[in-house]
């Protein structure tokens, strides 16, 4: 249940209504809007009589949430949640580039590559300091090591650093280094995970299941929402098919879909969708073009001796040149 105040309404009245919804055993949650505020129901057991709440003054309208997510869906929020970091704001209309290797090598290879995706105009810098691989023989990441390295790039560079947490036990680390912290796709319904990311001040990416269906992913995010984080990027990084072509199915009709359903920007992540290097750059105008919240692509000065998806990563110049495609693409999208 959603109930709407009327404009100007003061915080005494709002703070009745609060006081109405948690006398009856169930959590109130305010949400500012443009113009007013609204307040969120939430802890119902079974459905809710609004006429508990529409003759309260200050009501505008007391609305029911017909999906099973709550604070994440159109319905609690109609405007688009911004999540600024730095320089760059996702869910405004922009196209902030997260750009970096899959994984943090050495301090040569993150500074190199850090200054050449700062040049050709990223906003943020990717790096993996702890790696979920299939694999148990694979590179598995530095560790605490790859997390100054991370910092040492911020400092350098200016740049923002994304990087994933993996479990509960070492997100408090973590989140001392990140300014965005990856719940990555392995994690995505990891509920205690997700929890202890509600609880966290730092942004949080959250990428797409391998098998998720949109609603699951969405119920991911209010996991982490309902914990009080409400600064959520949402990034689809392909789901498994059939197919043989490419390592993952970029689902990119989920783009318009997720923002029919959710308030929160979605990102794509062509790099892990494709697998292919040459796959990478038709796929991110793609992306461009959709009017995607942000792109995140992998970039290696050496892909070919990578520790880690060297096949998917680009090349610093055709980094570059894939900048001017989709900054021209996205400057056609928004007239």
Not at 3 to 28: C, P
Not at 119 to 125: E, N, P, T
Not at 257 to 281: C, F, M, N, Y
């Amino acid at each position: 249940m959603l109930i709407v105040m009327k404009k100007g309404t003061d915080e005494k009245n709002i703070n009745a209504v609060i006081d109405a919804i948690e006398k009856r055993g169930y959590t109130a949650r305010p949400i500012p809007g443009g113009d007013r505020v609204s307040i969120g129901i939430l802890h119902n057991a079974g459905s809710v009589d609004r006429a508990h709440f529409s003759g309260l003054n200050g009501v505008k309208e007391v609305i029911p949430v017909t999906k099973p997510y709550k604070l994440v869906s159109r319905e609690f929020k109609q405007e688009n949640t911004h999540v600024r970091v730095g320089d760059a704001v996702f869910g405004n209309a922009s196209l902030p580039v997260i750009a970096g290797p899959c994984a943090v090598e050495n301090e040569t290879q993150v500074l190199t590559i850090a200054e050449s995706v700062k040049k050709a105009g990223a906003q943020l810098f990717r790096g993996g300091a702890f790696k979920p691989r299939t694999s148990p023989y694979s590179f598995q990441g530095l560790g605490e090591k790859g997390l100054q390295l991370l910092a040492k790039v911020r400092q350098e560079t200016g740049l923002p650093v994304v990087t994933e947490a993996m479990d509960v036990e070492n997100f408090t680390l973590v989140e001392e280094y990140a300014d965005i912290v990856q719940i990555g796709t392995r994690n995505m319904q990891n509920f205690s995970l997700l929890k202890r990311a509600g609880q966290s001040t730092r942004p949080v990416l959250l990428k797409r299941g391998l098998s998720a269906t949109l609603q699951e992913w969405l119920m991911a995010a209010e996991y982490i929402m309902e914990e009080g984080n409400e600064n959520i990027i949402l990034c689809e990084r392909g789901i498994r098919t059939f197919v043989r072509h490419s390592r993952n199915t970029l689902d990119l009709s989920v783009v318009p879909a997720a923002k029919k359903e959710t308030h929160l920007p979605i990102i794509v992540d062509p790099s892990h969708a494709a697998g292919i290097r040459d796959q990478v750059i038709p796929l991110a105008c793609a992306c461009a073009a959709l009017c995607a919240d942000g792109v995140m692509i992998e970039v290696h000065n050496h892909p070919e001796e990578a520790l880690s998806d060297g096949a998917q990563s680009l090349h610093p110049d055709q980094f570059s040149v894939l900048m001017s495609k989709m900054n021209a693409i996205h400057a056609i999208i928004k007239e």
